[in-house]
């Protein structure tokens, strides 16, 4: 860019792919770090996976990464409903970190757990709350003394959701899980995600009837909320 | 953006504009934070540019930009020379905020001092580390509760540049200073900024016969290094 062009438009390319559990955005955490258990990759992409360009990277322990709302068709909306309001408030989407924003960008704080070149250049991450195959722009190191501002006031997001639902595996459900490679992690994933009780705000008091569904990594979950609790009635692990 | 185009390009638009006392790159703050009397705004781009779409935001004190490193000439290295490792110890890009990075995409936090409407709508900012005219291609809330990780591991960075100059002022620049609107706010500004020291690291064991000069605001500011001390010699006004 020269400073001619920075009124214009400018032109970004992914230099990184998301691997992730979530593989639909039902469910993703709606922030990061949220579930530890979610553990990723960035998958570096060829003229980007040059190992010279993280040296340094070992001393830190997390990531900015910023991305790109791949799912969310573009459109963006002057106001929007946070799920942090119940859904039902509006507030300005410059107020919030609504994926329906000017540009589609979006920022998350990932833990980062490691660099492997095995398998091109990735880095192994874990916390995260982003849609498998997003786009990555950028990779930072998280600086404390410049990035974390503790005292920060959060407006109508001040505090941290401290609430967890209980979550209960079916018979069905914890048989079909033992089975699975990587059985514990699966279940921590499983319940650390629906503790958080993803259903839209509005269907929160809905009757105990209702059943949902998501795909985490290579299984489809699905369970009903009981009387504050998630009981995990079913899982299936995907055909590929 | 699409689900199926995530693979390639991304076109962003500015969504608004920097208006900051830093007119050129030399002298400006590596950080954001470190001169709270960088004062500014965000002036906002037609379209961008309703009250509706900040509603809630009065309740954050810190904002997040991301904004283009438009006066760097896009080229990037995978390998960088931080100022924090005196210039002459490499690191990756990616375990950098070096500006010569891939997509030349910033992140800066700064404190949020409140809208204004009576111009456009501007977002009135400190601690600035931002050129005059940065284009912006998205503002967020701070959340603290997810973005602040105060025990985060800051790898080379993990400490606060604490050490600062001590700044004096020249007879001539003292008087020129007091005949300029917000003399203080002028005064503050500079001796914030140049007890930063922004000489290059490689120069700082130079002779004093050095003189440097930056653009400050609507001043031309010349000075030299004695012994420790910053002395401003010379305060003159920009012709406009």
């Known amino acids: 860019m020269s400073a ?16 992730s559990p979530y593989r639909e955005k039902f469910g993703i955490p709606r922030q990061p770090g949220l579930v530890p258990a979610a553990r990723g990759h960035l998958q ?10 993280f040296e340094g990277l070992e001393g830190f322990s997390h990531l900015w990464v910023i991305f790109g709302f791949h799912a969310c068709g573009g459109q963006w909306r002057s106001r929007v409903r946070p799920p942090r309001l119940g859904g039902n408030r509006e507030v300005g989407v410059f107020a919030s970190r ?6 589609g960008l979006g920022l998350s704080v990932l833990r ?7 398998h091109g250049l990735r880095l ?10 997003t786009p990555v ?12 501002v503790p005292d920060a006031l959060g407006g109508f ?16 459900a914890s048989e079909c899980l033992a089975k699975l490679p990587d059985a514990v992690g699966l ?27 998501m795909r985490l990594a290579e299984v489809d979950v699905r369970w009903r909320v009981h009387t504050g609790q998630v009981v995990v009635e079913e899982i299936v692990p995907v055909e590929t």
Do not use: C, W
């Open 157 to 172: 997001a001040s505090d941290r959701p401290d609430e967890r639902l209980e979550v209960l595996f079916s018979a069905q």
């Open 187 to 213: 279940a921590d994933l499983i319940s650390h995600t629906l503790a958080l009780d993803p259903r839209p705000a509005y269907r929160q008091g809905e009757s105990e009837a209702r059943r949902y569904g």
């Open 98 to 103: 609504s994926p329906f924003r000017p540009n």
């Open 124 to 133: 192994h991450v874990s916390g995260l709350d982003l849609l498998d195959n």
């Open 44 to 53: 570096m992409l060829p003229g980007f996976d040059l190992p010279p360009a």
């Open 4 to 19: 001619e062009s920075s009124a214009g438009p400018h032109t970004v390319h992914p230099i990184a792919r998301v691997v």
């Open 112 to 118: 980062f757990e490691g660099l492997e070149v095995a």
């Open 137 to 148: 722009y950028d990779i930072k190191p998280y600086v404390p003394y410049v990035d974390s």
